[in-house]
């Protein structure tokens, strides 16, 4: 508890907190806890089976890197869509905030990059539970990691950002503060009230895509997110919205 009793000092006092130096997954974790109303979150050091989007995997080194999971509650009659888009737009907040770094955008829907390098990762997964949806927000964010580490994505670190890195404690406890703020307004007011906001940091709009849909690839371009957080293309001589990345290739 040694390493983490700083970080605990500058979280809520309400929050049921877990700390390891090193564990397969912290997402795995929170998903794996008993039913419990409490925002909790899970921090780790190392994570050796890290999850990404669909089954892939989530690179890092020890202290190399911002590791931890949130679980919490909205209520049944929240659209979770543009939960991640949120969750990016916080991560950011804290970064320019404690930083003072310019240049980040958000490719939808939950990655954030500088410079078409990855610089964060967003994760979530969702448990309907009673009369509430469990959702448990997995965050990645490269902090200083070595120059050998091997992922086949380009990325980039805090480090190769800014000459005044913050102690990885202290800007983990921002970071978590600014999503469970975000995650907050977000259960109160939707993704609409964010919408503003995105459009600042949307890394797609005005690209080509293409979808694969039935066996058949179309070329599309990006317009934008929906006030639901869906990504608004332009293809096959019409505006569709997209809720899955699964099937998008980017040109």
Known sequence: MDYYSSLDSLLPSDIVCHYFDSIKSTNQFLSNRPFSNNIELCVARQQTQGKGQYGRTWQAQKDGSILFSIRRGFSQNRNLNGLSLVVGLAIIKALEDELSISGLSIKWP????FEHKKL??????????SNNQLVVIGVGVNYAL?????????WVDLAALTKMLPDIRNLTASIVSHVLASSQRFELEGFTD?????????????KRISIEKEGNTFAAEVLGVSSQGALKVFTQ????????SRNINYI
């Open 110 to 113: 939950n990655d954030i990059y």
């Open 120 to 129: 964060a990762g967003i994760l979530l997964e969702s448990q309907a539970r």
């Open 194 to 206: 964010f919408q503003m906001d995105w459009e600042r940091y949307d890394m797609l709009k005005g």
């Open 237 to 244: 001589n019409k505006v569709e919205e997209l809720y899955s």
């Open 146 to 154: 070595n120059e050998d580490m091997v992922c086949e994505t380009p």
